[in-house]
Structures are given as structure tokens and as C-alpha cells.
């Protein structure tokens, strides 16, 4: 059974850092690509970054470009978002989910970690 | 970026119904649109992707149609498990988008 774990949500303050983290199993954690989609309360979803394995390819959305970096260890089916410099706008549920193989769709997600940008 | 719009935003149904929800990108993306399906508190579930294959598991009153900017998603008949709300996806160019999404409440 796939599952996508995500922790490391929290309380931080506009301008501080976090780090989260999704831990991966039941399939070829190396093989997938991986992504990270945020849901601001109340609002849609917003894809944020994703990371290819086997390439080493990266993309993120421009509203965090610069700001977050999206990394993987395939050797600990773990994913990982480093957010630096945070905005109140960057309050959401963030989810791990995975690319379904061949299309750049999520067909497993997390079940999501809070983090709340606020003083 | 390609902007996709969904219409209605709200749209009240009642068990049995036919109901519809169409998605607009603002410029053609093939039929590279995928359609989830959101309970409140819960992570988004895939219903259909490449405009018109379902996701395994999914039941077949879900289907979806379209191709270049216009789709659309119809549950033929609705159930009470499918209250919720309903975004669209395109997965034809980074950076892939959604639309606001589309809540099927309660008549």
C-alpha cells in the first residue's frame, strides 16, 4: 500500500525557515517523480514544486522560487522542502504527493502538515 | 503560466442528478486536464486524467470529456459520497495549475 507521510509543520515567524519532510513506502520511491502542493485555509490547491529522480530535474512556482528548495533522499524514500524566508501568504496545508508514472498528475497524497506564517 | 477557470463555482444537486463542471485553460493544453475530487479535512483524491481516463478504482458514473481549452466533468448519476468539491489540473506544461474548484453541495 503506498504511503506518503508528511511532518514538520508548524508555527514560524514571517521572514523564518522550516523544514518539511515526507516519508515514502509501498512502491519504488526512486522511480517517481515527487511533488509538493500547497491549500491555503479555505482556498484551492497550488502545486509547488516537484523533483525528478533520475534526472536530478527541478521545478518550483514562482511565488516560492528562490525561497524554497525541494530535495530527495532516495536511500530514505524521504522528500524534503526547505522554506527560508516565509510570508503569511505561504500559510497552508502543504501536501507530498506523488507524480502518477508518465503524466504529471498526483495520484497518492499525503495527509498533509500545517504551517502557519505569523507573529 | 496557463490559467484555468471552472464554472460554477457552486453548484447545489440532489441525489440521483446529472450533474456537470466545466473547466477553461486560457490557452490550449491538448488533453492534458486531470480532475480531483476534495472531502473537507482530507487530502485530494485523482478522478480522471488525460481529459478522459479514470483512475483505477474510480466509479464509472465519474467521466470527463474535451480537448484544447474547453472540458468538462459529469457524474451521470450523483451519490451521497460524492458531495464535494471538484478541482481541474493541467498537466500539459510546468507550471502545472489548478482551478479554484468547484463545490457540489446539498439542494
Known amino acids: 500500500e503506498v504511503q506518503l507521510v508528511e511532518s514538520g509543520g508548524g508555527l514560524v515567524q514571517p521572514g523564518g525557515s522550516l523544514r518539511l519532510s515526507c516519508a515514502a513506502s509501498?512502491?519504488?520511491?526512486?522511480?517517481?517523480?515527487m511533488n509538493w502542493v500547497r491549500q491555503a485555509p479555505g482556498k484551492g490547491l497550488e502545486w509547488v514544486s516537484c523533483i525528478i529522480g533520475s534526472t536530478g530535474t527541478i521545478y518550483y512556482a514562482d511565488s516560492v522560487k528562490g525561497r524554497f528548495t525541494i530535495s530527495r533522499d532516495d536511500a530514505k524514500n524521504s522528500l524534503y522542502l526547505q522554506m527560508n524566508s516565509l510570508r503569511a501568504e505561504d500559510t497552508a496545508v502543504y501536501y507530498c504527493a506523488r507524480s502518477r508514472d508518465g503524466y504529471s498528475v498526483f495520484d497518492y497524497w499525503g495527509q498533509g502538515t500545517l504551517v502557519t506564517v505569523s507573529s | 503560466d496557463i490559467q484555468m477557470t471552472q464554472s460554477p463555482s457552486t453548484l447545489s444537486a440532489s441525489v440521483g442528478d446529472r450533474v456537470t463542471i466545466t473547466c477553461r485553460a486560457s490557452?490550449?493544453?491538448?488533453?492534458?486536464l486531470a480532475w480531483y475530487q476534495q472531502k473537507p479535512g482530507k487530502a485530494p483524491k485523482l478522478l480522471i486524467y488525460?481529459?478522459?481516463d479514470l483512475e483505477t478504482g474510480v466509479p464509472s458514473r465519474f467521466s470527463g470529456s474535451g480537448s484544447g481549452t474547453e472540458f468538462t466533468l459529469t457524474v451521470s448519476s450523483l451519490q451521497p459520497d460524492d458531495f464535494a468539491t471538484y478541482y481541474c489540473q493541467q498537466h500539459n506544461s510546468y507550471s502545472w495549475t489548478f482551478g479554484q474548484g468547484t463545490k457540489v453541495e446539498v439542494k
Open positions: 488525460k481529459a478522459s
Open positions: 490557452q490550449s493544453i491538448s488533453s492534458w
Open positions: 509501498g512502491f519504488t520511491f526512486s522511480s517517481y517523480r
